[in-house]
């Protein structure tokens, strides 16, 4: 069965399945925590004419999110576990990292209210006392305020890879700041999370050239959906629902820093194509 596009756009939430588009009506924060969302996007579009004048490709999408919190986890990969460990080796760091990827307890971070939060086609914020940043391409759950993982969307943890490295302490301001992270373009919604062989690919590119290129699969999560989901909400409530940011498996090498003018595009197959600048703060 095919799944919907759930988008936020400028004339209201939009439904779209199979090259055809249905709006919604109704408020943002009221679809994104129904816990059965599917179920309600397929009343709904059974019952309502589609509108043909609304194309797929040319909707004017803003973030997917009005008033959920963004919420990230870490060290989900063996391949973030490793460049946490490097960055952090100075430190002394690299010990909580190591542990931290095989505990029973995962790590979790608040990432951003949604003021700071960009969508697709919007500029990300460089920090202007970080030198060394980077994209984090991830799977982005969407959870209504039950609890129930409702669909999911790309997301760009953009981070700062000296500033955390420098001290774990540190981790907020490395994290968290203006444009800090993007998401979209859209929410899938479908009775079931895209499977462990998606891809997740990000390219770098700065003027004409490509300046990294990387992918990983969803069989590289060390963690279940569920059971990051599971730890988010223990003694902690999200009147909104929220959004979850699943952790990165790809880490360029050591000399990628983003500059101004950088272009982030992550694609995750099945979901869609996220694509943000970067600019100065
Ligand atoms: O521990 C630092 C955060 C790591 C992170 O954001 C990730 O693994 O995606
Ligand atoms: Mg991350």
Redesign the pocket.
Same mark, same amino acid.
């Given at each position: 069965m095919s799944h919907f596009m759930l988008y936020r756009t400028a004339q209201g939430p939009v439904a779209c399945r199979d090259g055809a588009c249905w709006p919604l009506g109704g408020e943002w924060d009221d679809w994104v925590n129904e816990d059965a969302l599917f179920q309600s996007l397929q009343h709904h579009c059974d019952h309502q004419a589609a509108d043909p004048a609304l194309d797929e490709s040319t909707l004017e999408l803003l973030a997917p999110l009005v008033s959920q919190e963004l919420w @990230?986890? #870490?060290?989900?990969?063996r391949r973030? %576990?490793e @460049? %946490?460990m490097e960055e952090s080796a100075e430190a002394g760091g690299g010990d909580f990292?190591d542990r931290?990827y095989d505990a029973p307890r995962p790590?979790l971070?608040f990432k951003a209210t949604p003021h700071r939060v960009v969508g697709p086609g919007e500029d990300l914020g460089l920090r202007s006392d970080s030198k060394w940043m980077v994209p984090?391409p991830?799977l982005v759950l969407a959870v209504s305020r039950n609890g129930v993982i409702v669909g999911c969307t790309v997301g760009n943890?953009l981070?700062c890879r000296d500033i955390?490295g420098e001290n774990?302490l540190y981790?907020p301001q @490395?994290?968290t700041f203006s444009r800090c992270a993007a998401v979209g373009p859209g929410i899938r919604v479908a009775p079931e999370l895209p499977g462990a062989d998606t891809a997740i690919r990000l390219l770098i590119t700065r003027g004409d050239n490509a300046l990294f290129e990387g992918e990983t699969r969803l069989s590289e999560l060390k963690r279940t959906p569920a059971g990051l989901v599971d730890y988010l909400f223990r003694d902690n409530t999200h009147p909104n629902g929220c959004l979850l940011?699943?952790?990165? #498996?790809i880490?360029p090498g050591d000399d990628v820093a983003l500059a101004a003018g950088d272009v982030v595009t992550i694609s995750i197959d099945g979901i869609g194509t996220l694509v943000n600048s970067v600019q100065s703060g």
């Amino acid at each position: 069965m095919s799944h919907f596009m759930l988008y936020r756009t400028a004339q209201g939430p939009v439904a779209c399945r199979d090259g055809a588009c249905w709006p919604l009506g109704g408020e943002w924060d009221d679809w994104v925590n129904e816990d059965a969302l599917f179920q309600s996007l397929q009343h709904h579009c059974d019952h309502q004419a589609a509108d043909p004048a609304l194309d797929e490709s040319t909707l004017e999408l803003l973030a997917p999110l009005v008033s959920q919190e963004l919420w @990230a986890c #870490g060290v989900t990969y063996r391949r973030s %576990r490793e @460049a %946490r460990m490097e960055e952090s080796a100075e430190a002394g760091g690299g010990d909580f990292y190591d542990r931290v990827y095989d505990a029973p307890r995962p790590e979790l971070f608040f990432k951003a209210t949604p003021h700071r939060v960009v969508g697709p086609g919007e500029d990300l914020g460089l920090r202007s006392d970080s030198k060394w940043m980077v994209p984090e391409p991830e799977l982005v759950l969407a959870v209504s305020r039950n609890g129930v993982i409702v669909g999911c969307t790309v997301g760009n943890d953009l981070s700062c890879r000296d500033i955390e490295g420098e001290n774990p302490l540190y981790l907020p301001q @490395a994290k968290t700041f203006s444009r800090c992270a993007a998401v979209g373009p859209g929410i899938r919604v479908a009775p079931e999370l895209p499977g462990a062989d998606t891809a997740i690919r990000l390219l770098i590119t700065r003027g004409d050239n490509a300046l990294f290129e990387g992918e990983t699969r969803l069989s590289e999560l060390k963690r279940t959906p569920a059971g990051l989901v599971d730890y988010l909400f223990r003694d902690n409530t999200h009147p909104n629902g929220c959004l979850l940011m699943t952790g990165t #498996g790809i880490v360029p090498g050591d000399d990628v820093a983003l500059a101004a003018g950088d272009v982030v595009t992550i694609s995750i197959d099945g979901i869609g194509t996220l694509v943000n600048s970067v600019q100065s703060g």
